[in-house]
Each structure stands twice: as structure tokens, then as C-alpha cells.
């Protein structure tokens, strides 16, 4: 079966570090997305990896290691805003989407 | 500038009434989807077209039906059949060859039943 599991809630410091993990398991593989989802919005996309390795975009950065079928997703110098969901989905040999129920990420001052 | 629209972004439905969420897009994408997120939860699939006249049921799509007559529109109808439609409901695009920007979403449209 096809399945992607990544924590349920984090809490974090502003100014802090913190990194969210993604295991995907999906029918043929076409890329791993990160989207970000404040609350009653739409999901944004901030990242894809198809190739092993570290992409690194401003203060967010993402990690993918096929082999293992992990992901995750940095993010340095936390601010405020950054308080979201954070959606981990892996694209499958239909290019189809397959999401994780996301983690919700919340900032403390 | 393209993208995907979305309407009503609120809709109130009585007791076995039927609803209808439009979605339209102008980004020439092949593929089309509907979702349903309830509360603190991920992304549900109902239903998703690949091609015009063509579409597939997702996970939950009992009490919900689509149409694809045309490429740029995708829309969704909530039936009475549907027990518990208050969520908010997403359609996104993506072309059919894969991109890696993924999928392109709309402003959603949160429906409650009154």
C-alpha cells in the first residue's frame, strides 16, 4: 500500500531550529512535495525533491533519501508566521499526490 | 495571471439539499482533484479527473458526484446522500505529466450544513 507518515503536532522556539520528518512509502516514485497550510487556507508548495540530497531555499531547506524512503523538512530562524501545518506528500507513478495528515507546528516566543 | 478559482468560499446547505462547489482553472492542466479536510486533519481524496469526460472516485466519494465536460472546469456536487458535509472542500490541478511544483490549489470553499 501507499502510505506517508510524519508526526502529528511539533513545538518550537522563535529563532529556533526545528526539523520535520517524513517516511513515504508510495507505488513508484515522481518526487517528494512539502507544502505549508495556515489554518483555513490553502496548502502552498515550499519544496520538491526527486534526487537524494539537500535543497536548500532561504530558511527552508529539504532532505531526501530514496533508499530509505525519509524526508524532512528545516526550517531555521523561526519566526511567528511560521506557526502552519506542514504537508508531506509523495507523487507516485501517476503523478498522482499522496499526502500526509501533516503536522501542525507551533512557535512559542 | 493563472490559476485556480474557487466559489462560493462559504456555502450553507440545508438538510438534504443538494450542492454544487465550483472550481475553474485557466493553467491548461490535464488533471483536476477534490478534497475534503475536516479539522486538524490531512488532505481527503473524493474525486479526480485526469482527462476531459473522464473521472476516477477517490477514497470517500460516496454522497458526492463530479463532471469534466471541460478541460478548465471541475465541479464538485455535494448530495443529500452525504451525512456529514460540513469540511472544507479543496480542487487543485496539476499537469498531467508531473511538475515539480505539484499540485496548484484554490482558496478552498467551506461548507456547513445548517
Known amino acids: 500500500g501507499q502510505n506517508i507518515d510524519q508526526p502529528t503536532e511539533m513545538t518550537a522556539t522563535e529563532g529556533a531550529i526545528v526539523q520535520i520528518n517524513c517516511t513515504y512509502q508510495?507505488?513508484?516514485?515522481?518526487?517528494l512535495f512539502w507544502y505549508q497550510q495556515h489554518a483555513g487556507e490553502a496548502p502552498t508548495f515550499l519544496s520538491y525533491n526527486v534526487l537524494d540530497g539537500l535543497e536548500e531555499k532561504g530558511r527552508f531547506s529539504s532532505f531526501l533519501s530514496r533508499s530509505k524512503g525519509y524526508s524532512y523538512l528545516l526550517l531555521k530562524e523561526l519566526q511567528m508566521k511560521d506557526s502552519a501545518s506542514y504537508l508531506c506528500?509523495?507523487?507516485?507513478?501517476?503523478?498522482?499526490?499522496?499526502w500526509g495528515a501533516g503536522t501542525k507546528l507551533i512557535i512559542k516566543p | 495571471d493563472g490559476g485556480i478559482t474557487q466559489s462560493p468560499k462559504y456555502l450553507f446547505r440545508k438538510e438534504g439539499q443538494n450542492v454544487t462547489l465550483s472550481c475553474e482553472q485557466n493553467?491548461?492542466?490535464?488533471?483536476m482533484y477534490w478534497y475534503r479536510q475536516d479539522p486538524g486533519q490531512g488532505l481527503r481524496l473524493i474525486y479526480y479527473?485526469?482527462?476531459?469526460?473522464?473521472?476516477q472516485k477517490g477514497d470517500i466519494a460516496e454522497g458526492y458526484s463530479v463532471s469534466r465536460e471541460k478541460k478548465e472546469s471541475f465541479p464538485l456536487t455535494v448530495t443529500s446522500a452525504q451525512k456529514n458535509p460540513t469540511a472544507f472542500y479543496l480542487c487543485?490541478?496539476?499537469?498531467?505529466?508531473?511538475?515539480?511544483?505539484?499540485?496548484?490549489f484554490g482558496s478552498g470553499t467551506r461548507l456547513t450544513v445548517v
Open positions: 493553467l491548461n492542466h490535464d488533471a
Open positions: 479527473s485526469q482527462i476531459v469526460n473522464d473521472f
Open positions: 487543485a490541478s496539476s499537469s498531467r505529466q508531473g511538475s515539480n511544483y505539484g499540485y496548484t
Open positions: 508510495t507505488s513508484g516514485f515522481n518526487g
Open positions: 506528500a509523495g507523487m507516485d507513478s501517476n503523478y498522482q499526490l499522496i
